[in-house]
């Protein structure tokens, strides 16, 4: 079992590859934003903890951040119907890092490979303009590079997180808390360069996982 992270801004495209891994690899998708918009939508304690949080572009505490993996990753190494698990948008701090060291550990695992996914603020204000998402299962279009489906259309939200000053505040808190995972994870990192186009990224990405697929 393969435990990938990824982490990188908002529109990086973080989610799109790591459904992809899901979709053609076997690997099991968890989303941290995911998990907490769906604690938000189903009005848990938890949920009606974190949203104003989420809602202005602020990072979730590293406790009940780390409280959610612990609680989930038990049940999802257990089966053993996965090439591996792609962490999305998790860890996002050094302590949620050396936190999530301690779990794996505890399991005889630890993060086999560690994705950034590289993108300048000018994209990703320009990426997530356009973003919406379907509210019923999460998958990501865009207005313009990847429109949505009409029978999609009446289920589309864009985030209240996507406005462009909390995406700008969401970019400043991706470079003092998260880009130290670069240092962090330097003898097992792989950047993916996000600037180019949706396609340039995915076949940017499928080389990467391609030309090390024999050791899954
Ligand atoms: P995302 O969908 O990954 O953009 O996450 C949306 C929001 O959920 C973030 O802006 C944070 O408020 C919260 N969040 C998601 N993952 C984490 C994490 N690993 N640590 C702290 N907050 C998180």
Redesign the pocket.
């Known amino acids: 079992m393969k435990i990938f992270v990824f982490f990188g801004p908002?529109g990086s495209g973080?989610?799109t590859q790591a459904q992809y891994l899901k979709s053609d690899h076997g690997f099991h998708h968890l989303?941290?934003?995911?998990m907490?918009?769906s604690e938000v939508n189903s009005n848990s304690d938890l949920g009606n903890k974190?949203k104003s949080?989420?809602d202005s572009?602020?990072?979730?505490?590293?406790e009940?951040?780390l409280d959610i993996i612990a609680k989930n990753i038990s049940t999802l190494t257990s089966g053993n119907d996965h090439a591996g698990i792609v962490f999305?948008?998790?860890?996002?701090?050094i302590a949620?890092a050396n936190g999530f060291d301690a779990i794996l550990s505890s399991m005889n695992l630890s993060v086999d490979q560690a994705f950034l996914f590289d993108l300048s603020l000018e994209a990703s204000l320009d990426r997530i303009a356009g973003r919406r998402i379907d509210s019923r299962n999460n998958d990501v279009y865009h207005i313009n590079s990847n429109p949505a489906p009409e029978s999609v259309v009446p289920f589309l939200i864009h985030r209240d997180?996507d406005q462009p000053e909390k995406v700008t505040h969401?970019y400043e808190?991706y470079k003092q808390q998260t880009q130290p995972l670069v240092e962090f994870y330097s003898d097992r990192l792989i950047t993916v360069d996000c600037e180019l186009t949706i396609s340039q990224i995915h076949a940017q990405f499928d080389q990467q996982i391609r030309s090390f697929e024999h050791k899954f």
């Open positions: 908002a973080k989610g989303s941290t934003g995911d907490l918009r974190v949080v989420i572009g602020n990072l979730v505490t590293d009940i951040i999305d948008g998790f860890p996002r701090t949620q997180d969401r808190l």
